[in-house]
C-alpha cells in the first residue's frame, strides 16, 4: 500500500459525459501527479500540482483539467468524453518538487475509466 | 525530446531462472533512467534509478540495471526469479531540468514466471 488513494476504482459512462477522478496524496506529500494509462498511448504523464499550483503539464488535453486543494487532495476533471478516453488514470504524490532525482513518486492504484 | 524502447512485450521465464528486461533510450542530452513494476491491479513502484555515477544499480527485489551510455541502454537484470516477480515492468528516461523532469515511459514488458 503506497497511501495514495484514488476513488472511484472503477467508472463506466457514456461518451460526451464529465467525469471527476480524486487523488488523495500520502500525509504530508505536497506533489500530486496524474498520468494516464491506455492500450494505443502506452503511460503518459498528464499534470502536476505542487501545493496548489500547477508545476509541470505533460500530454494534457484541453478536455480535461486538474487542480489541487488546500487540503491537497486532487480532482482530475474530463469532460465531453470520447471512447479513445477509456483508460486507467493514475495519480502519484511526492513530497515536494525536488524532481526525481530526489523525489520518489508513490503510485495510487488508479480509477478505470470506461467510455461507452 | 526523449524516448524509451522496450523491445520485448512479454518474457516468460522459468522460476530461479536469471531474467534480463532490454530498455534502450534515446536522448540527445544527458538522462536519469527509471525502472518501474506494476504488480496486477496495483500502481508503480519505483525499482530503481540510475542518476549518475556507477553505472551498475541495484534496487529493491534483488533487481539491478547497467547504465551503458555507447549502447543507449539501461537493462534490468535478476540472477534468479520468483512467481512474486510476475508482473508488468516499465523502463522510464527524463532529461535533468531543475525539478522541472517529466517522465516518459516505455510500452511495458509482462514478465511471467513458469512453476
Known amino acids: 500500500d503506497s497511501g495514495v488513494t484514488q476513488t472511484p476504482k472503477h467508472l463506466i459512462t457514456a461518451t460526451g459525459q464529465r467525469v471527476t477522478l480524486r487523488c488523495s496524496p500520502r500525509s504530508g506529500d505536497l506533489s500530486v501527479y496524474w498520468y494516464q494509462q491506455s492500450l494505443d498511448q502506452g503511460l503518459q504523464f498528464l499534470i502536476q500540482y505542487y501545493n496548489g499550483e500547477e508545476r509541470a503539464k505533460g500530454n494534457i488535453l484541453e478536455r480535461f483539467s486538474a487542480q489541487q486543494f488546500p487540503d491537497l487532495h486532487s480532482e482530475l476533471n474530463l469532460s465531453s468524453l470520447e471512447l479513445g478516453d477509456s483508460a486507467l488514470y493514475f495519480c502519484?504524490?511526492?513530497?515536494?518538487?525536488?524532481?526525481?532525482?530526489?523525489?520518489?513518486?508513490?503510485f495510487g492504484p488508479g480509477t478505470r475509466l470506461l467510455v461507452l | 525530446a526523449q524516448s524509451v524502447t522496450q523491445l520485448d512485450s512479454q518474457v516468460p521465464v522459468f522460476e530461479e531462472a536469471p531474467v534480463e528486461l532490454r530498455c534502450n533510450y534515446s536522448s540527445s542530452v544527458s538522462v536519469y533512467l527509471f525502472w518501474y513494476v506494476q504488480y496486477p491491479n496495483q500502481g508503480l513502484q519505483l525499482l530503481l534509478k540510475?542518476?549518475?555515477?556507477?553505472?551498475l544499480v541495484k534496487g529493491i527485489n534483488g533487481f539491478e540495471a547497467e547504465f551503458n551510455k555507447s549502447q543507449t541502454s539501461f537493462h534490468l537484470r535478476k540472477p534468479s526469479v520468483h512467481i512474486s516477480d510476475t508482473a508488468e515492468y516499465f523502463c522510464a528516461v527524463s532529461a535533468p531540468n531543475f525539478g522541472n523532469e517529466k517522465l516518459t515511459f516505455g510500452t511495458g514488458t509482462r514478465l511471467t514466471i513458469i512453476p
Open positions: 540510475y542518476l549518475s555515477g556507477s553505472t
Open positions: 502519484a504524490s511526492s513530497v515536494g518538487d525536488a524532481g526525481l532525482a530526489q523525489e520518489t513518486q508513490y
